[in-house]
């Protein structure tokens, strides 16, 4: 019999579980039942819809065996069972790819005890406690048993087995007891029950195992009881789903511990939400929002989606249909006792009765969140961290059809201080007067507050929003105004912070140096469509200002998308300030120097293009006349 070789990722995993010192290593006990019961429930849903399976649904069981003698335990199902071909595939290899990746990021820092309790990593866990495994099955409606066995991870073999039904056995063989660790604790019955209420009290299989028990014997005498031992064929579990269970019944941590094992979570999630209604449709649905976002969430590989369950049975894994993409993050159940179940994808688009439960939780999932927002700004904050950007997503999608929804949910960093601000709290402080509301986008907050713009707007007792984030400015476009206010960016044409006095002295200055700009803008070329004085810089010399729809920032995030080459520009402006001493030197170098002023216009442009973070066209270029001027 040939020895088969895992793959690489398996390799690696096996050889992690194998020496694993995770503490938890009792999980591998709740990893296998759960396989058990995914395999009944396949079988189970095939039988409704495919007259040949001959089963009652009465007749589903998963079993534990403990063998004291032969140091074995043993949970095996009366389920779909594994062909020789899925026994290979499915335990030759790691399912769950992409576990391997994202630990490389932080390569050295995990330990395996990261890696176990994030992925969750299902069957090969029971290499924590056995130093051998033998998994025989036989798939449903096949005459053929094969058996896989392995001792870790040099190898595996897959042969010809045994046995009378279809279904799965996985036999542990336990590792001798050391010092530390007593694996032959889980040969116990009280430990292994102990187990299964811990981890597996929901599931709806009955779990059973021979228990052996000391009753007093028929016809003893009363006064002198003798006893006797006898064994009975126990249910473990009780099998009520958690949903089911009354709320007031069921403690955060087991909420939690249901959370983790069924969505593969490490951590407890932020926020459990339960929805039960009567009437019309009628349904429960458990949501959980995470507490930190899935290494692969904000890429195409994340699959958003509740589970669906019809009457307690598991429909389908992952119903997308029941979720709008702006809260992709949540994750959960619904359980409709209205569901057909055999009601099949195309099916479940059209489906009034869906929609009409999605539309229902979309409007929980948001009134949760403004709870949160209201009572526990610091969980609302953590949430924030994880799933905001999906948030202003969800505003700018679909030409914001979203907006009454989110508007409110999202939070800004802002001048008015470290915490994040919300729009309605902006406008709850905007000033006497103030009628648009002023955001300032940049890579960073601190490169936000530096640009000349937002320091004025803000010396001028505004608050400034700063969007450091791509979608931020997007988002605002798309919600054009909160409450009636507009928003505004502090770089663009539009802003005017002078009284009227100031405003017209500023506009008989730029009409006086029409010849100037005309020469400048000649010297700059294609970069700005205008030149010209500005009171709005306090201070500092140059910016950079748009005119139009397209802000720079703006212009940078469309460049950085896929073929975006000759793509859309912001029309800018080059804004000098108007009290700086640098418009008396220009005025000057027109009448005086004029090739000077060449130098400067080009000069001046780059050190503007800089200030608002975008890159110099001709940086040698620039190098050469800094040093032209310096040499003088
Ligand atoms: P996961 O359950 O997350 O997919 P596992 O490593 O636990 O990962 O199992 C790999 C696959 O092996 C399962 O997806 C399933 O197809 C198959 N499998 C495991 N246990 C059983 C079982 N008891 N009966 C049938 N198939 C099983």
Redesign the pocket.
């Known amino acids: 019999m040939a020895k088969k070789q895992f793959k690489t990722e398996s390799k690696k995993l096996l050889d992690m579980m194998i020496n694993s010192i995770y503490t938890h290593k009792e999980i591998f006990l709740r ?1 296998l039942i ?3 019961s ?2 009944i429930d396949k079988l189970y849903f095939r039988s409704l819809t495919d007259g040949n399976v001959n089963m009652n649904r009465s007749d589903y069981e998963i079993r534990l065996t403990p063998d004291k003698a032969a140091r074995t335990l043993t949970v095996s ?1 009366n ?4 062909t020789r071909a ?1 026994l290979e595939e ?2 030759g290899t ?3 790819s992409g576990s391997f990746d994202f630990k490389k990021e932080g390569e050295g820092k995990e330990t395996d005890v990261d890696i176990i309790g994030q992925f969750g ?4 866990s029971a290499f924590m406690v056995s130093e051998s495994i033998t998994v025989v ?1 036989r798939a449903y409606g096949s005459d053929e048993c094969w058996q896989w066995r392995s001792s870790g991870a040099d190898g595996y073999y897959v042969e010809e087995g045994v046995m009378d039904g279809h279904g ?1 056995r ?1 036999i542990l063989h336990l590792r001798p007891d050391t010092d530390e660790e007593k694996y032959s604790e889980f040969l116990d019955e009280y430990r292994l029950r102990a187990l299964v209420s811990k981890y597996s009290d929901y599931v709806r299989w009955p779990i059973r195992m021979l228990v052996t028990s000391e009753r007093i014997k028929e016809g003893s005498p009363e006064d002198k009881p003798e006893y006797e031992e006898y064994t009975e064929d126990a249910t473990l579990n009780r099998m009520v789903p958690i949903w089911k269970k009354p709320q007031s019944e069921v403690t955060d941590e087991e909420y939690a511990e249901f959370y983790r094992d069924r969505f593969r979570d490490y951590e407890a999630p932020l926020k459990v939400i339960r929805q039960k209604t009567e009437g019309l449709s009628d349904y429960t649905a458990l949501l959980f929002i995470p507490a930190s976002a899935p290494y692969n969430y904000y890429t195409r590989d994340y699959e958003k989606g509740l589970m669906l369950y019809s009457s307690g049975v598991m429909i389908m894994e992952k119903c997308k249909e029941l979720l709008p993409d702006h809260f992709s993050f949540v994750r959960g159940l619904v359980d409709s006792a209205d569901l057909s179940l055999n009601i099949s994808r195309e099916m479940l688009q059209h489906d009034r009765q869906l929609k009409s439960i999605a539309k229902a939780l979309e409007n929980k999932i948001a009134d949760e969140l403004k709870k949160m927002l209201e009572t526990d700004r610091e969980k609302y904050r953590t949430f924030f961290k994880a799933f905001g950007t999906q948030l202003k997503y969800g505003l700018y999608a679909d030409y914001g059809a979203h907006k009454a929804l989110l508007q409110d949910l999202v939070l800004f960093d802002s001048s008015n201080g470290e915490e994040p601000t919300t729009l309605k709290e902006y406008v709850s402080r905007m000033k006497e007067g103030q009628t648009q509301i002023y955001y300032a986008a940049a890579e960073s907050r601190s490169q936000a507050e530096l640009l000349p713009r937002a320091e004025a707007v803000v010396k001028k007792g505004y608050e400034v929003l700063y969007l450091t984030e791509d979608v931020d400015e997007f988002a605002l476009m798309m919600l054009h105004e909160y409450d009636g206010k507009h928003f505004i960016n502090v770089n663009s044409d539009g802003v005017d912070l002078g009284t009227e006095d100031e405003k017209n002295a500023l506009k008989l200055e730029n009409e006086k140096s029409a010849d100037l700009f005309a020469f400048m803008k000649e010297q700059i070329g294609d970069g700005v469509s205008a030149v010209r004085f500005t009171n709005t810089l306090s201070g500092h010399p140059v910016c950079i200002t748009s005119e139009g729809a397209v802000s720079t920032e703006m212009e940078k995030t469309l460049g950085r998308m896929p073929g975006a080459e000759n793509g859309i520009k912001a029309e800018k402006v080059l804004e000098i300030n108007a009290d700086h001493p640098i418009a008396s030197k220009l005025k000057l170098l027109f009448v005086e120097d004029k090739d000077k002023l060449a130098d400067c216009s080009r000069l001046l442009y780059s050190a503007a293009r800089l200030i608002s973070g975008l890159s110099i066209e001709n940086p040698s270029e620039t190098a050469d006349l800094l040093t032209k001027l310096m040499i003088g």
């Open positions: 990893e759960s396989n058990a995914d395999a199902d389920g779909i069972g594994m899925e499915n335990l790691i399912a769950k990593v299902g069957f090969y099955s799965t996985v």
